[in-house]
């Protein structure tokens, strides 16, 4: 329907004008993607709740830059609907951001939304997300938990796969026989210490002791005094609790090897920890010494945007999810309305992401993808991720 300003009056000629523009306007609607133009020039929103506070609070604005850039570079719209990210902080906080997610779903009215970084968040948000049938979609390795929701995803697979592969690892191939466990007193803390223990006990090691300290720790000393003299130790730490581990276990002079979940060395702490991270041992599903062409993109156009970017698993999981919601958005050609339809979407994309294929366990939503052991050393002064050898994937 054509509507015309107070005043306004058009005779025949300019009608058949109008309507002429009107028709035009439709059918370029249509050739986007869309049903009509209403459709078509409809925005899809994405909402992101990321961490800008608490003891995760220094991953937040480089995944920020990340998902922007993604977006960035299919120019903010895809099957012809421009998109809308909305941020929000959850602060290393799951009730901060259950009611992140509370604002985004009924003020903001998104049809998806990325969550979340900290473990506990990522579950209290997964109830209210499903009984709403919205995507969630979360951009790193999270307990496990998520399979209850059919409208969750991971584009990563789950916190403890990596743990449990490293502990069989370190028991069969490197023969360590006993290990002590320290790990953050908190949901992801607790799933990778206990995939550890599984994995390393399944091939005859022995766990002499679990220890677990509260989130946001910072004198890790009444903890390490604990350790003893294990064959190895495993750390279960991330985010500021894993740069004041590393280098307080150092600095109380723990003689067995450290080795790890990636979080504890990811590239966004070695420069924190400093020297003391030299030596450490992790597995994971990511390092920004991986060459593929995927991680190529990734990092090339993150070092475009800021020279000075420092690729981790926190921005790789970033990167991926843009490209899972922009395949999975191209695929349903624009229509993602229905939120439930837009969810089992997800679960069907089949893409290259910076550590390699990231495919989705259907019955779960979980990422499938391979695992990496690797150990930190310095390059002309700059710490770095050495690949050791491929455990799976």
């Known amino acids: 329907m054509l509507r015309t300003r107070p005043g306004q009056r058009f005779g025949r000629s300019g009608a058949i004008v109008a309507a002429v523009a009107a028709t035009a306007l439709a059918l370029a609607g249509t050739v986007a993607g869309g049903t009509d133009a209403t459709h078509a020039a409809a925005p899809i929103k994405i909402g992101v709740i990321l961490p800008y506070t608490g003891p995760f609070g220094l991953y ?5 830059a990340t998902i922007r850039a993604r977006f960035q570079k299919v120019r903010n719209t895809v099957a012809g609907h421009p998109i809308q990210l909305i941020f929000e ?16 779903t009924t003020q903001d009215h998104v049809n998806a ?15 209210i997300l499903a009984q709403q049938n919205i995507p969630q979609i ?39 026989r006993t290990a002590v466990v320290l790990g953050s007193d908190f949901s992801y803390g607790h799933e990778v210490a206990d995939a550890f223990m599984k994995g390393f006990t399944a091939f005859g090691g022995k766990v002499s002791k679990v220890v677990y300290a509260p989130l946001g720790t910072t004198d890790f000393g009444s903890y390490l005094t604990q350790v003893g003299d294990p064959d190895v130790v495993f750390g279960g730490f991330a985010g500021a609790d894993a740069i004041g581990f590393v280098k307080q276990y150092r600095q109380f002079g723990v003689k067995a ?29 990511y390092s920004s010494t991986l060459q593929n062409a995927a991680n190529s993109d990734f990092i090339n156009t993150m070092k475009s945007v800021d020279s000075n970017f420092v690729p981790s698993h926190f921005t790789a999981g970033a990167w991926a999810t843009g490209s899972v919601l922009i395949d999975t958005i191209k695929r349903m050609k624009g229509n993602v309305s229905n939120g439930a339809a837009f969810a089992k979407a997800v679960r069907k994309t089949r893409i290259q992401a910076p550590w390699g294929r990231l495919t989705f366990d259907p019955k779960t939503g979980y990422g499938r993808g391979p695992t990496y052991f690797y150990k930190v050393v310095s390059v002309d002064g700059v710490l770095q991720h050495q690949i050791v050898t491929k455990l799976a994937g």
């Open 257 to 285: 090897p450290l080795v790890a979940h990636g979080p504890l060395v990811t590239e966004l702490v070695l420069k924190a920890i400093g020297p003391a991270a030299i030596g450490v041992n992790a597995a994971f599903y």
């Open 113 to 127: 939304i990325v969550c979340c970084v900290t473990g506990g968040a990522t579950l209290a948000v997964g109830p």
């Open 60 to 64: 937040g604005k480089p995944m920020e």
């Open 138 to 176: 979360g951009p790193i390795p999270n307990p496990s938990g998520l399979e209850n929701y059919s409208t969750a995803a991971m584009a990563a697979p789950t916190a403890g796969h990596d743990s449990e592969l490293l502990g069989r690892y370190v028991a069969r191939k490197l023969k360590y």
């Open 89 to 104: 902080d959850e602060a290393t906080d799951a009730k901060t951001a259950v009611l992140d997610a509370t604002k985004l």
